[in-house]
């Protein structure tokens, strides 16, 4: 493990062992790997994995009750941030749902060498899932609007969860333009919180309580999302 990444952890107040050492060793080696044959991430450096994609990932450790939650990973793509924070806290139920079918292949030849248990790995939509809004968080990575994210997570977390979004520490524009989505789908913006993974916070956590109920019409079909954001 790197040094900068133990102290980065320390200043979070997080520690691993060395089994969760040796899982993100795994993962980082096994993610180039498959990344010479598909594409999988624009980060082809052992370092920048465990920069730009586990310590990112782990930024939301520290949200209230993530390490027994239940957690619901829209569009991982390699699985960030959702297993980071399992291999972080193995007592998390992980659901990821991705479009791609050989990003849910990868993600099951992961998590087997990995060795963990209690993730669900759906091949599909978010916006096609059954509704069941049950989930304490929901995460999106994604480079969509918030606006757009909003009606394909926001839908799934439980009244009381929270939707938490990963954008950079410039989002003012979209926050302004995501007021509409949140009155309509059942949610609050609750905190912007910036953090690093550098030197400069240039990334932030856009966190959005659910206060009521999403009307059962949301969320729309994705071309409707996209065409006519609320």
Not at 70 to 94: Q, W
Not at 154 to 177: H, I, N, R, T, Y
Request: aromatic share 8%; with cysteine.
């Amino acid at each position: 493990m790197f040094a900068w990444f133990y102290d980065a952890l320390k200043e979070r107040g997080l520690t691993l062992n060395d089994r969760q050492i040796a899982q993100f060793d795994i993962y980082a080696t096994f993610l180039l790997a498959k990344n010479q044959v598909m594409n999988l991430t624009a980060i082809d450096t052992v370092e920048g994995v465990w920069r730009k994609h586990f310590l990112d990932s782990l930024a939301l450790a520290n949200l209230p009750g993530m390490p027994n939650a239940s957690l619901l990973d829209v569009g991982s793509g390699a699985g960030f941030p959702s297993l980071p924070l399992k291999i972080l806290y193995p007592e998390l139920n992980v659901t990821i749902v991705d479009a791609l079918r050989k990003r849910i292949d990868f993600l099951e030849e992961l998590v087997s060498k990995l060795s963990l248990p209690g993730v669900e790995l759906i091949h599909g939509r978010a916006e096609e899932l059954d509704r069941h809004e049950h989930y304490d968080y929901v995460s999106a990575r994604a480079v969509a609007r918030l606006n757009v994210l909003l009606e394909l997570c926001l839908p799934w977390a439980k009244v009381g969860g929270a939707f938490v979004a990963m954008k950079g520490v410039d989002v003012a524009e979209e926050l302004s333009e995501s007021k509409t989505a949140l009155s309509t789908l059942g949610g609050k913006q609750e905190t912007v919180m910036p953090y690093s993974i550098g030197e400069e916070q240039t990334h932030a956590l856009v966190i959005v309580r659910k206060i009521k109920a999403t009307p059962v019409k949301y969320p729309r079909a994705f071309a409707k999302i996209k065409n006519n954001p609320l």
